[in-house]
DNA sequence: AGGTTGACGATGG
DNA sequence: CCCATCGCCAACC
């Protein structure tokens, strides 16, 4: 069973863990998303302390092509908007993947998104 | 080696 | 409320 990153409480978040980036870093939170919710970009960015963080988050996503492990579709924007779902092999991919995990989306927007938000800063330790 | 280009979000005018 | 700015990584010219 995959564990949270470890995380020297001690030492500076911005600073890269031996040999990995903040990508990597992401990907391993974004891995630990349960199916059916949901988490924003900016969560993940407060959850490993990246001080400019959401633009990173998004910009680790937009590479994460290269992962298939990475479950990209449960991450959307702080609005519950499917910003990313043009990056995905067909633009309706990302709503169709949620769909199938239960969440209702209308619009590009999830419906009672706040039900299906999941924190790693408050699930994760 | 340097410029361009992104799945974001807080802040201030 | 709408719009501009800023933060500052990595892949790809």
Do not use: C
Request: charge should be positive; glycine fraction near 8%.
């Amino acid at each position: 069973m995959a564990k949270a990153l470890q995380i020297p409480k001690n030492q500076s978040w911005r600073m890269k863990h031996k040999g990995e980036n903040y990508f990597d870093m992401v990907y391993e939170v974004v891995k630990l998303i349960p199916r059916g919710r949901v988490t924003s970009y900016g969560a993940i960015a407060n959850y490993l302390g990246l001080k400019s963080g959401a633009r990173m988050v998004g910009y680790a996503m937009n590479a994460s092509h290269a992962n298939p492990e990475v479950p990209a579709h449960r991450v959307v924007n702080r609005n519950g908007v499917l910003t990313g779902k043009h990056h995905f092999e067909n633009p309706d991919l990302m709503q169709k993947l949620l769909e199938e995990e239960g969440l209702t989306i209308e619009k590009d927007q999830i419906l009672d998104f706040e039900k299906y938000f999941w924190d790693p800063s408050t699930h994760l330790l």
